[in-house]
Nanobody, 123 residues
Framework: QVQLVESGGGLVQAGGSLRLSCAAS????????MGWFRQAPGKEREFVAA????????NYRDSVKGRFAISRDNYKNAVSLQMNSLNPEDTAVYYC????????????????WGQGTQVTVSS
């Protein structure tokens, strides 16, 4: 079983930055692909970014490329999402996700989910 706990959400003005973190429990973190999703009010949950188990491969949705960066620290069992140049359209609850398959994350079907952290970007 893998448990995920997000932190770092909050309120920021447009153009600002936030860094989300996700702490994972369990001894298999180094075998897990990790990802971030978001869900805005009234919208479906959408894929944001993914990173492979060894950190060598990343994927991003088009609207965040060049602004967001996903990274991981396998010694600390943690994954982060650095978000820069935020705009109001980035407002959502952000969820950390994990799966032994990176493709499962890209396909929006990861096995494990965190509880989410709210990110609000004001204009």
């Amino acid at each position: 079983q893998v448990q995920l706990v997000e932190s770092g959400g909050g309120l920021v003005q447009a153009g600002g930055s936030l860094r989300l973190s996700c702490a994972a429990s369990g001894r298999t973190f180094g075998n897990l692909a990790m990802g971030w999703f978001r869900q805005a009010p009234g919208k479906e949950r959408e894929f944001v970014a993914a990173i492979s188990a060894n950190g060598g491969t990343t994927n991003y949705r088009d609207s965040v490329k060049g602004r967001f960066a996903i990274s991981r620290d396998n010694y600390k069992n943690a994954v982060s999402l650095q978000m820069n140049s935020l705009n109001p359209e980035d407002t959502a609850v952000y969820y950390c996700a994990a799966d032994y398959s990176r493709q499962a994350i890209v396909d929006k079907t990861p096995a494990y989910w965190g509880q989410g952290t709210q990110v609000t970007v004001s204009s």
